[in-house]
């Protein structure tokens, strides 16, 4: 995908599409190990804008759980190639 010239307007995204490792149906997320996404999502809750968190994943990269720290965002569904996967919100 390329990158916005360096002139176009910020945007603040209504979704938020992750790769991942691993997941599980509580909406913890396994990811590379970077934290990009948890930061990036983090400022934008801060700044009042809460997009949509989907895990883009194989049905097979589902586990029973994964363990979650305090700065680790939840996912708000998975999607797979079999079905998507809405993630619980009082949890």
């Known amino acids: 995908v390329a990158a916005p010239l360096a002139s176009a307007p910020e945007v603040a995204p209504d979704v938020v599409i992750a790769p991942l490792i691993a997941f599980d149906r509580l ?3 396994l990811g590379q190990g970077g934290g990009y996404y948890d930061r990036t999502l983090d400022a934008l809750r801060a700044k009042g804008h809460a997009p949509a968190f989907v895990g883009l994943a194989f049905s097979i990269q589902e586990v ?28």
Do not use: A, F
């Open 27 to 29: 909406g913890g997320r």
């Open 64 to 91: 029973d759980h994964v363990p979650m720290e305090s700065h680790d965002q939840r996912l708000d569904g998975i999607l797979t190639e079999k079905t998507y996967i809405g993630v619980p919100k009082d949890i």
